[in-house]
């Protein structure tokens, strides 16, 4: 007598490669606990690796850095940027500050970056170009760790944030702006903590929102929320990136907007008549109040430096300080509003999805000899991963059709859809509206935080849900894993390219992709 063949459980049931080391991991309470710390401070780890390593090369003044590092000096030792003579880059690499004089200089960005890069002089002295960016590398392995925990608090999937911080770490954009000493990805920093902060603030204010209220199941008017200490932090984080660089003010405009319009649907979702006038007219004030002064708050102590002193730039014009800060900032505006000077690396807004002009912040080709070759060059190019930057721009159309099509169709689409399409709107939006103005690509790192996120998101709905079939979860979780694969291999192809390697001459041409890379 044979003995009975085993049934196979049907196929929609089987589980994959994947789902067998999530059941084994990922759904083990113990192992939970222990990922949940490890997974991340590796990621941490592991940008910092990228960015720290070789951080002092080139030991020179690479791009803007001529502006933002004597800048930085002057604060730390004047309180206000002041003038500097001649020969004062090549002095300084040796350490000697004495081209710095007391004159204050015209400036036209907030001081808090230059601070926060001063920092790093401070430890290692003004003549260590490890030290000048130091701070921005800390600050870029930082934002990493940053993207883990808003992607965590948006899905609660550790695959999904893992995935999101995973492709920044490795992203060239973003290890270029780390590991120079610029502004944009200190900008990049604190605009994400202000993001973290307003979805902490959705988690803790959404449910008590949306609870019914006990005495008026169908109320005329909802609560109004004054306890929301999120969004003060939020505020706080968002004034820190607008005195790093004006730009901050449309991540705090846009966040502002995403409250009220999040409030109000849930207003509606709890069943208020009047949700629309509830969260614009009731709760809307109290909002902004909570978010806007905050900002205002960290924005004046920016400037504690040229307020306490008397020599800086147009500190006279008024006896009043707020006043003259006030003739400084329309100096200021009228710069930026009046910026169009040519560059070989201007690229405007519309370009830069398409990547057709990345910014070469570093090219040396002093030293001939290198790979057993004597045509030799070291660059270093702020260029994206290419396939993270493509697939993240593809991945935000993704999430835009979705967000689209559910308004048209009135069908329930997952909110978290909305908080990299916020991102993307006030970090690129707003450059399409200067189309005349003198702009680069590089300034898109702010950007790449919430194009990884939009990545991620997609990624997961190609891997497929655990209720599809068998054979769509095998295709979906193999497409991803060979995504990954590849977005790491080509990391590693142009880590050289990031970190101003000397490589021969050849191997830097194959890197230039499209002809507005050379």
């Known amino acids: 007598m044979t003995a009975p063949v085993p049934l ?5 049931r089987r589980s994959t490669l994947w789902g067998r080391f999530r059941t084994r991991f990922l759904d083990d309470p113990e192992w939970t606990g222990l990922l949940r710390w490890f997974v991340p401070l590796l990621l941490t780890a592991l940008a910092a690796v990228l960015r720290l390593v070789n951080l002092d090369r080139p030991h020179t003044l690479a791009f803007d850095e001529t502006y933002y590092v004597k800048d930085a000096w002057a604060l730390w030792t004047l309180g206000y940027e002041g003038t500097w003579g001649e020969g004062a880059n090549e002095q300084l690499l040796s350490g000697d500050t004495s081209a710095l004089g007391e004159q204050g200089s015209f400036i036209v960005h907030p001081p808090l970056g230059k601070w926060i890069i001063a920092l790093g002089m401070a430890l290692f002295g003004p003549g260590s170009s490890g030290g000048w960016r130091l701070t921005t590398a800390i600050l870029g392995a930082a934002t990493v760790l940053v993207v883990y925990l808003i992607a965590l608090a948006m899905t609660r999937s550790m695959p999904v944030a893992t995935i999101a911080s995973l492709l920044l770490a490795i992203d060239g954009l973003s290890i270029v702006m780390s590991r120079i000493a610029l502004l944009d ?20 204010t959404i449910p008590r929102v949306e609870r019914p209220v006990a005495e008026a199941p169908d109320p005329l008017w909802g609560r109004v929320l004054w306890r929301r200490p999120w969004i003060v ?5 968002l004034g820190a990136a607008t005195a790093v660089k004006w730009s901050g003010l449309y991540a705090l405009a846009g966040l502002g ?27 809307g004030p109290v909002t902004f109040l909570l978010l806007v002064p905050p900002a205002l708050l960290v924005y ?8 306490m002193t008397s020599a800086g730039y147009d500190r006279a014009s008024d006896a009043n300080p707020l006043t003259a800060l006030w003739n400084y900032h329309q100096a200021m505006y009228g710069f930026h509003v009046g910026l169009a000077t040519g560059h070989p690396y201007e690229s405007p807004a519309w ?20 790979w057993g070759t004597d045509h030799c060059i070291a660059v270093i190019t702020a260029v994206p991963n290419p396939l993270i930057w493509y697939g993240g721009i593809a991945a935000a159309v993704y999430l835009l059709y979705r967000f689209v099509r559910g308004l048209i169709q009135r069908t329930p ?45 997609a990624l997961r709905d190609l891997a497929g849900r655990r209720r599809d079939p068998l054979h769509r979860r095998q295709s979906g979780e193999r497409t ?18 990031w970190t101003g390697i000397n490589v021969p001459y050849t191997f830097w041409l194959v890197h230039n992709w499209l002809p507005g890379w050379v």
Do not use: H
């Not at 979702?269 to 007219?281: E, I, L, N, Y």
């Not at 370009?351 to 290198?370: E, G, K, N, Y």
């Open 8 to 12: 196979l459980p049907p196929p929609a």
């Open 257 to 283: 907007i995403y409250l009220v319009v999040t409030d109000a649907l849930a207003r509606r979702r709890a069943g208020v008549v009047f949700w629309p006038t509830d969260a614009a007219v009731r709760q």
């Open 351 to 370: 370009q830069w999805p398409l990547l057709l002009r990345p910014t070469a912040v570093w090219v040396d080709s002093t030293d001939q000899s290198c």
């Open 300 to 307: 004046l102590a920016s400037w504690t430096g040229w307020l």
């Open 185 to 204: 990805g200190i900008l990049t920093f604190f605009v994400m903590l202000g993001f973290l902060f307003v979805l902490l603030d959705r988690r803790r």
């Open 413 to 457: 689409m997952p909110w978290q859809y909305g908080i990299p399409l916020v991102g993307l709107a006030v970090t690129y939006v707003p450059w399409l509206l200067t189309p005349g103005r003198t702009i680069f690509q590089f300034y898109t790192v702010a950007m790449m935080p919430f194009l990884v996120i939009a990545l991620a998101l």
């Open 233 to 237: 932090a939020a505020g706080l984080a």
């Open 480 to 497: 991803v894993m060979v995504f990954l694969v590849l977005a790491v291999l080509v990391s590693a192809f142009f880590y050289p390219i």
